[in-house]
């Protein structure tokens, strides 16, 4: 179960990270304006990885749905601990969000850089 439960927050990680570089360079016009209009690369930043915050907040808040919906199911699996332990819960969601903002660090970082000269030229 703990491999199973790595491999899938690897592919949770890998998956914002593809979401995110994708919308960035979707938006590397948009964000060559900004940059161009006086933005600092900080805005840059706040801008992409609330993006991607505000994608984990969605997931989870389905996850947990699910999970509370499916809990009654998987009570037989589970040892010495509770299917609604909010310490579980909890501690999932921090772990999640951790992972989503450092996902969503590098195409910050990358969108932070964009030359407006060369996002505004190739169009």
Not at 42 to 50: E, F, K, Q, T, Y
Not at 105 to 122: E, G, Y
Request: net charge positive.
């Amino acid at each position: 179960m703990t491999s199973f439960g790595l491999l899938a927050l690897a592919l949770a990680m890998i998956g914002v990270y593809g979401v995110l570089a994708y919308s960035v360079s979707q938006r590397t016009r948009e964000i060559g304006v900004r940059i161009a209009l006086g933005a600092w690369p900080g805005d840059i930043l706040r801008l992409v990885i609330a993006r991607g915050m505000t994608l984990a907040a969605i997931g989870m808040g389905l996850g947990l749905a699910g999970a509370l919906a499916l809990s009654r199911l998987l009570r037989g699996q589970l040892y010495e601990v509770s299917p609604t332990d909010p310490w579980i819960y909890a501690g999932t969601a921090a772990l999640l969000t951790v992972v989503v903002a450092a996902a969503s660090w590098l195409p910050a970082r990358r969108a932070s850089r964009v030359d407006p000269i060369v996002a505004l030229r190739c169009e």
